[in-house]
Every structure is written in C-alpha cells, then in structure tokens.
C-alpha cells in the first residue's frame, strides 16, 4: 500500500486542482516504477496499491524502495506560476499474500505496516515483518 505523505496539506495550500495533479504525478510514478504483470492502482483518497503478482516480500519491499525514491525526487511546479510545491514523499506498507489469505486479510497486514511507516516519521517503507518485530501478530 502506498499513501502520499501530507496529502491534505497540498489541498489546503493549493487548492483541489493541485492535489489531483499531485495524484496524477503519483499515480505516473508508479506505472513507471513497476513491469510486467504488475498493476498500481487508486483504491480510495490519497492511497494506492501496487499488486506484484509472483514476487515475494522481500522483492516487494525492493520495488517499494525504488517507489519510495524515485518519488522523492519529484518536484511538482505550479503551471500558472512555475512555483516549486516541493518534495512528493510516500509511505509505504508491504505484505505478502499467503494461502490462507483473503482480500481482507492480505491488504489488512499492508495497512497495518503502512500505518506504522507513518507513526515512523513518512517517507519510508515498512513490511508485515516489522509488525511481528514491534510485538504484534503479523497474522
């Protein structure tokens, strides 16, 4: 699960045109970063999912590393004025699907890690293994 860090902010400074262009950039941004059968998509607000099909959680994390990156050096410049919005960061949750998953319960353990990569200090990518690690059941 990807999340765009301070989303609300750009809003609110910005207004709801520059936040759609911040979606669009991000949503750009991962097309770019991702190959092969692998799909991001928007599920709701300012948060996105990449499913990597065939990839265990380690890849996983190395492809949301490369996100995590790739985004950070982004700049977004207002069309009107050429003014610098500044820096895009993402916060990043990852999981990997097990045979006992379903839907739920797979993008649950994502959410989960993406919460704690925010309670983290953003801009940083978190696995299920992180929250066996701070002491809750990854399950």
């Known amino acids: 699960m990807v999340d765009i860090d301070f989303f609300k902010r750009f809003n609110d400074t910005y207004g709801h045109r520059v936040g759609d262009e911040v979606l669009q950039m991000v949503a750009a941004t991962l ?3 991702v190959k092969g059968g692998d799909f991001p998509a928007r599920i709701g607000g300012e948060e996105f999912v990449i499913l990597l099909p065939d990839t265990n ?3 996983a994390c190395d492809v949301a590393e490369f996100v995590r990156i790739r985004m950070s ?10 003014e610098n919005v500044g ?5 990043q949750g990852t999981a990997a699907m097990k045979a006992s998953d379903t839907e739920e319960s797979l993008l649950d353990r994502a959410d989960r890690a993406l919460y704690s990569a925010k309670k983290s200090g953003r801009n940083i990518v978190k696995s299920e293994i992180d929250l066996v690690a701070n002491g809750k059941r990854a399950s």
Request: with cysteine; hydrophobic share 35%.
């Open 57 to 59: 959680l380690e890849q």
């Open 31 to 33: 097309r770019e970063c």
């Open 73 to 82: 050096r982004k700049r977004l410049l207002l069309a009107r004025t050429g």
């Open 87 to 91: 820096q895009i960061t993402v916060s």
